[in-house]
Nanobody, 126 residues
């Protein structure tokens, strides 16, 4: 069973950047789809970017296209979320999640993922 730990959140000014990390233990991430999700106060958890296992297919929420990217470091068993041009609406708790063998191209529903990290707070404010 894989375990996930997020890090890298914090306070950043509008227009700034942050890189979140999702470090895995207990299993290699090679065969897992990985999703980054966020949840703002009073709102439902939403998929931000989900990358599929094996195929390279990746889903991007419209709100982050052109600003956020996902990458994997297989040697470190870690997935990163690079967030650029941040805006106040990006403020949320960010979670990474894993789904063995999953494929995500057009949607990224949280219910598809069964292993979650504890989350890391991102606040975009001047």
């Amino acid at each position: 069973q894989v375990q996930l730990v997020e890090s890298g959140g914090g306070l950043v000014q509008p227009g700034g950047s942050l890189r979140l990390s999702c470090a895995a233990s207990g299993s290699t991430l090679d065969y897992y789809a990985i999703g980054w999700f966020r949840q703002a106060p009073g709102k439902q958890r939403e998929g931000v970017i989900c990358t599929s296992s094996g195929t390279g297919n990746t889903y991007y929420a419209d709100s982050v296209k052109g600003r956020f990217t996902i990458s994997r470091d297989n040697a470190r068993n870690t997935v990163y979320l690079q967030m650029n041009s941040l805006v106040p609406d990006d403020t949320a708790i960010y979670f990474c999640a894993a789904d063995w063998g999953g494929t995500y191209t057009y949607t990224c529903p949280p219910m598809g993922f069964d292993t979650w990290g504890q989350g890391t707070q991102v606040t975009v404010s001047s």
